[in-house]
């Protein structure tokens, strides 16, 4: 009998052992902090975010790259863009993923969504994904009603007014199902919610709407949201159905900014988005994790988060290690989901250029107040989120001037050249619509057009009030800085379009000036 009851108790504890979680990474396409109900976004459905939130832990302080390449690269090797960024669209195929990490552990991979990170058909592979169904692996179709997909090393292209969201949601669950017994890694970049801004098929007008390029009108976007978080919630659901769910982390972020210039409502007041920009706008994203049972439920983490974080963070998560001879500059937040204190960061570090190349496009250190770039400018972010008015280092209080030594000290701490073979490898950022990143042409044209433009600033008076409005730097002016001065906004918004030559929501020097042409 006792050896029986011993026996009894050796079964029971070896059905009871715990087994690998499951890691679900969701990241949303230009889809900043505002966007979210939770978060205080007034103007989008989000039902299914807000009961994640709501029932895990709201990351309120996490922030991204301000551009979709630069975001993925931190996102998915834990190492900053300084260190190993090459240029856009591009993931250097020596860098490591959580992929790779993750399938060295045993775990079955999959990546569905968008890539943008070039490496060929052979790419999702290398980087440790054993199966894939993306959108621009190695061509840039429709993303969505007809969309064209790479599904595992072949082109498909569907006509039949399918979805492209839908298909790659599909495929999720599918993936989902038939590793429901084994434990399973899916990182799952979404197309959704990046421009153009078109019509879902929950929209009146799915099979009627025209496609139309840019960020300038809403259009459909409320009802591209209100559709991420239906894809969302049919993923939960799936996992709720196989009995998942208790055993599987799910981590939701947005890759940078709302789309530039994109309108929404946010406690009690207008924003737009910035993506592309070095504000807030820009940068702060939403965050998320939930995993029933093994987080706190209800909670909200103030804590300082960047994406590098995440991949020391989910890999803790599932005792996932990671190779001692790689540096990451991601923490790991994971004692904090717990509930715990943990070892936050006071604050983060960003060096961001598209292009790539020896020096920022941005260099700048910030906590959840303050910000300061390298070139000595210091804002208060939450009176100054547009950052139109630097503080005087003399004039600053205490609390100002703790917070600039903290800063100054980050951006020390993060000096020295880059290396040489990421350097190398840097090419001009063209726009993901085709033009370089401060509108001037490509070549030997960009270059003499690169090189008027100082000499134009000093002798047009239009470009002096042109850099007076940007501002935030970036070399481009949005119809909100535009109009800034302007008392007939009917008249600001036809001066504006009239400008606007490439249709993307944002006005070069060039087009200010009136040198381009308008395309059709």
Known sequence: MRLFFLLTLTTLSLVAAPTKPNVVFILIDDFGYECVSANGGESYRTPVMDKLAANGVRLDQVHAQPLCTPTRAALMTGIINKRNYTHFGHLDPKQQT??????AAGYATCIVGKWQLANGFEGPGHFGF?????????????????PGLEIN???VDFKQN????????DYALDFITRKKDQPFFLYYPMMLTHSPYDATPDSPDYLTAKSVEGTKEARHFPDMVAYTD?????????????????NTLVVIMGD????????????GRDVTGGKGSSLVWGTHVPGIANWPGQLASGKVCADMIEAADMLPTICEAAQVSVPPDIKLDGRSFLPQLRGEKGNPKDALYVWYNPSGGASAKYEFAHD???????DGRFFDTVVDDREKSPLKEADLNSEAKAAHAKLKALLAAHQGPRDDYFVKQSQAFGGEAGENADGVKKGKAGKKAAAAAPKAAEADPKAVRFKERDADHDGKITYEEFQASIPDKKAARERFDARDTNHDGSLTLEEFLGNTAKTK
């Open 153 to 155: 090393g072949k082109e």
């Open 230 to 246: 239906k894809l969302i919630g049919k993923l939960i659901a799936k996992l709720e159905e196989l009995k998942l769910r208790e």
């Open 98 to 103: 959580f992929g790779n990490f993750f399938k």
């Open 368 to 374: 959840a107040h303050y910000k300061l770039y390298a």
């Open 256 to 267: 940078n900014g709302t789309g530039n210039g994109t309108p929404s409502r946010f406690k």
């Open 130 to 146: 054993e199966e894939n169904c993306l959108w621009q692996l190695v061509r840039r179709p429709g993303r969505y009603r007809n």
């Open 162 to 169: 399918e979805y492209g969201p839908d298909l790659i949601n």
